[in-house]
């Protein structure tokens, strides 16, 4: 127990280091602009007066580090700075889209993480039937499509040919669950097409690599049933892979809202990142990149840690 | 076996997988033979229909659809080409010369990695192109340098089980360099699983650069690439047109040619029979 312990603490500090590390590296990026933001902010034609009293008042005359720890402090605080394209604070900029973007790649994760484990069982367990061959084949189509000719795919079929649904996701603020729910279903179903097939294939072959060994081959001897081979015997020690697959692929929703966002206009963080990277607005990219740094960092250490507490072999080291 | 052989036996989604990779290949080469007009020709009006003197209409500006996904191959394969070469040039040699040298060059390295990889892929080359610009240098750049930690993780992996072999410390023994136990001695014994990757690593940038193309923030225009086509044509598809599509289908279909390719050489070299 204690060396699972020390084991879980060793992982939270990687990810609390790299996430440092994250931020030096965004918080540098600006560094490596020509000239520096006061320059980038008023453009070629302005004049050195008026550049270098700008760049006081941003305080660039102070040194790196300085404003390292300064701008690191205003982050703590929630303080995400002002935008440079219209000077609003970025926090007011981002509030309601963060929510936006969670609960998209939330009911994603919601509707292909079930669909995905069943799938990648039922593959393993009829592995080598037409239906295995079937799923493989379109597992292996559905990862290498571009998410947005997914997206507009869905969006001929069933808001322009059906009209079933709109095909694009403004969302107004005083809108109904139901409403909010009809609007996000096409980005939601592109985002899990994606996922799911990378997520039922590693659980397939997790599984299948699980019953080629020796217990599983002893109690198919005895004579248990194909299905409680899975369920019973194998499932439980599959955990740990797919635990850490459900989770990566979580991580990777997060990235993916990016594309499907500017698809459907959906008014998430991803588009505002986007937009602000068109623009060139770097204190709005820089929060953005941070935040989905973060989240993304958070769900890999997440699998991290649970890959080791599902793993029962290191509940009980030997010696 | 033959390489003819081997070719004969290979399953039909191989099959299909070579045929189609030919077939772009040809394309990109020939394209000012293949496509009726020139890559940035206005040659009527925005958006029309198909047939007639425009095999596959036109778009928003007017310029020919058939010609431009031809020119379209030419750049968008090339430029996804050079990149994933960049990118295995400075992973691999890295990967390699981590996993001869060890100590704290290993260290060093495999901890600078760790942490690019802590950046979501996507989000990190967004970071950099907003401050760099996004000309197709800087594109080209940051995405290898991006991609060639992935293939830094696989390099040294492969060849950290190369290097315990006796052969290794038989040329090092006899005072080879490091150019000599890179190139004859770990490289040929890793080559498989690196030309493997090399097909999934092109897919991957091959769709990356499409997606951030299609965000606007890829190839420029009037560059034909097929993630801007999809863009600047996407608002046919509320008309129910599935002109915007093609290009994105070319995108599908060429990254689903290589995985299939790519899946049966895995195969074939794993030695592995599924039970």
Known sequence: MNSLCKLLAQRLALGLLSLLAVSVIIFLAVGMLPGDVAQAMLGQAATPE???????????????????????????????GVSLANQRPIAELIGARLGNTF??????????????????????????????????????SAVSFPEFFVAYILILVFAVKLAWLPSISNLSPDASLGEVLERSLLPVLTLSLVVVAQMMRMTRASLINLLASPYIEMARLKGIGQARIIFRHALPNALAPIVNVV??????????????????????????????VAKRDIPVVQACSLIFAATYILLNTSADVLSIASNPRLMHPKG | MSLYTQLRRAPLSAKFGLLVILLYVLVALF??????????????????????????????????????????????????????VLAFALGGFCGLVAAIRGGWIDQGMSRVVDILMAIPQLIFALLILSV?????????????????????????????????????????????????????????????????????????????????????????????????????????????????????????????????????????????KEC
Request: hydrophobic share 55%; glycine share 8%; net charge negative.
């Open chain 1, 50 to 80: 008026t550049v270098a009293a700008l760049r006081l008042q941003l305080g660039l005359d102070q040194p790196a580090l300085t404003r390292f720890f300064h701008w690191g402090w205003q982050l703590l605080q929630g303080d995400l």
């Open chain 1, 103 to 140: 609960s998209l790649a939330l009911l994603a994760a919601l509707v292909s993480v079930p669909l995905a484990l069943l799938l990648g069982m039922l593959a393993a367990l009829y592995r080598n039937s037409w239906f295995d061959r079937l799923l493989n084949t379109s597992a292996l």
């Open chain 1, 247 to 276: 989770a990566l692929n979580l991580a990777y929703l997060v990235v993916g809202v990016v594309v499907v966002e500017v698809v459907f206009v959906y008014p998430g963080l991803g588009q505002l990142l986007v937009d602000s």
């Open chain 2, 31 to 84: 394209a000012p033979l293949v496509a009726p007009f020139g890559e940035t020709e206005v040659v009527g009006e925005g958006f029309a229909p198909w047939g007639g003197q425009f095999l596959l209409g036109t778009d928003n500006l007017g310029r020919d659809m058939f010609s431009r996904l031809v020119y379209g191959a030419r750049n968008t394969l090339g430029i996804a080409f050079l990149t994933t």
């Open chain 2, 132 to 272: 760099v610009g996004t000309t197709t240098t800087s594109l080209v750049l940051v995405i290898a340098l991006l991609d060639a930690t992935r293939v830094f993780r696989l390099s040294r992996a492969v060849a950290m089980s190369v290097v315990v072999q006796d052969f290794v410390e038989a040329a090092r023994l006899r005072g080879e360099g490091l150019w000599w136990l890179v190139t004859r001695e770990v490289l040929p014994n890793a080559a498989a699983p690196l030309i493997a990757e090399f097909g999934l690593r092109f897919c991957f940038v091959f769709l990356f650069i499409s997606a951030l193309s299609f965000l606007g923030l890829g190839i420029q225009p009037p560059t034909a690439d097929w993630g801007s086509m999809v863009r600047d044509n996407a608002v046919l598809i509320t008309f129910g047109d599935v002109s915007p599509l093609l290009p994105a289908l070319a995108v599908a279909l060429i990254t689903v040619s290589v995985n299939f390719v790519v899946d049966w050489v895995l195969h074939k070299s794993s030695g592995l």
